[in-house]
């Protein structure tokens, strides 16, 4: 628990706010009114007046009800977890599909705690200005502005996401497998990219460093390619509704063949960030597919020794330091190793009527040869393993 309260200052401060104290109280259950008891609350709203505090940060999401309580008994800003990371979002989203999907997140967070009394998030967006008892019809007109503004973002996600389908299409064309960088925020996943690519993402000591997409080509030793994808990084209690709406974002990841998981070895949490990782993974439909661990920042005292050991415990795994170049020599063996099964070729015949089929096919596989001419169309592709299911039945056995 200590731990998510680390967390929840560096989250914080990467905000922009000091942080001048904390608390912390075990209960069997949150209280319904103020999530925690009274007397805590009285003990916080007393520490409160003496720091001059101005913000109370939940490391739990907060119901509407229970912050518009605690704001009164604190006289100052309650915002939970939840809020907090949308907000460093919001700071952080550069593209417009970035800062469309961060909007959507927050007004989808709103939305359940537009009640006359819940003030901070009206108040910062400067936008619905239902503070005090204003009443019921001021009320319902900003939910109807609200969910109209969600719509409208919807709309126009739509379409800038159909850009980047397009430009999306570009990629399948050079059939180059992708593989994607995951991992907790701040593992070091820009730092990595940058690294073996010499791309230049921003790559700080900071959360959520990065939010957008950024997809560039390594050219192994072996000759063999692979386009590396770095995204936006993975948190504990992350949001549901910013996963749902980053999950165009995270389509990288869902569409990727590989997945290569960045870890800081040198965090003391790291296990726990692993699990974290793969809970998300999970939930956007992305944890079959092959992966290679990647336990970073192997320079850092006492890493080393914790990413041997992390080693032992996954199939595929390196120890690296993407800021020293270390280990870099095995990566590309590892990763290349990952890719063979990626670049074999087979031979398939597809009746010519399963026609979805066949256009699966060319929007999956990498055709090298075709034939049309025969009772069934002939094929030798290279198709990615995790949709080869798809084409089993049609695959010829090799000879
Ligand atoms: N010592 C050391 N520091 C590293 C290494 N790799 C990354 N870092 C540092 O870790 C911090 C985070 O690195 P990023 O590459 O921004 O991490 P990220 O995973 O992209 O983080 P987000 O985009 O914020 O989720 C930066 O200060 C990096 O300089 C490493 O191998 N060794
Ligand atoms: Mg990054």
């Known amino acids: 628990m200590v731990d998510s309260l680390d967390e929840l200052t560096e989250l914080a401060t990467t905000a922009g706010a000091a942080v001048v104290g904390r608390g912390m109280q075990k209960l069997e259950a949150p209280h319904p009114g103020t999530y925690i008891g009274a007397g805590k609350a009285e003990e916080l709203a007393r520490e409160c007046r003496e720091l001059g505090a101005d913000t109370v940060l939940f490391d739990d999401e907060l119901s509407g009800a229970q912050a518009r309580n605690l704001e009164e008994l604190f006289g100052c800003k309650v915002m939970d977890r939840t809020a907090l990371i949308l907000d460093i979002f919001g700071q952080r989203a550069r593209t417009r599909e970035g800062k469309l999907q961060v909007e959507l997140a927050q007004l989808q967070y709103l939305m359940p705690r ?18 005090g008892g204003e009443g019921e019809s001021q009320l319902e007109s900003d939910r109807r502005k609200t969910q109209e503004r969600i719509e409208k973002i919807r ?14 299409a570009g990629r399948q064309r050079h059939q180059w497998p992708l593989a994607s960088i995951v991992g907790y925020t701040n593992a070091g996943k820009s730092t990595l990219l940058n690294a073996l690519t010499g791309a230049e993402v921003l790559a700080a000591d900071m959360l959520f460093a990065t939010l957008d997409p950024t997809t560039r080509r390594l050219r192994l030793p072996s ?11 993975f948190i504990r209690k992350l949001p549901h509704g910013l996963v749902e709406a980053f999950k165009a ?14 870890v800081d070895s040198s965090h003391p949490q790291c296990a726990q ?7 998300v993974l999970s939930e956007i439909g992305a944890m079959e597919k092959p992966v290679l661990m990647v336990f970073n920042k192997v320079d850092k005292q006492g890493a080393r020794e914790a990413a041997e050991l992390l080693c032992q415990q996954f199939p595929k795994a390196v120890a690296v330091s993407s800021r020293e170049k270390i280990g870099f020599d095995t990566l590309f063996a590892e990763l290349g190793a990952m890719l063979k099964p990626i670049r074999d070729f087979v ?22 040869e075709q034939d049309y001419s025969g ?12 949709v080869r299911h798809e084409f089993e039945r049609f695959v010829l056995p090799e000879n």
Not at 273 to 279: G, L, P, Y
Not at 378 to 386: C, D, K, T
């Open 114 to 131: 537009l009640t006359r009394y819940w003030t901070h998030l009206s108040r910062q967006r400067g936008s619905t200005g239902s503070i």
């Open 155 to 168: 709309d126009e996600l739509l379409i800038v996401r159909k850009q980047r389908t397009t430009q999306r």
């Open 223 to 233: 000759n063999q390619n692979v386009l590396l994808s770095d995204t936006v990084g």
């Open 249 to 262: 974002t995270l389509e990288e990841v869902v569409e990727a063949e590989l997945l290569i998981h960045v």
């Open 273 to 279: 960030q692993i699990e974290a990782v793969n809970s």
């Open 347 to 368: 031979e398939v015949r597809i009746p010519h009527g399963e026609q979805k089929a066949i256009s699966r096919l060319h929007a999956l596989g990498q055709i090298v």
């Open 375 to 386: 009772p069934e169309a002939w094929f030798r592709v290279r198709i990615p393993p995790y």
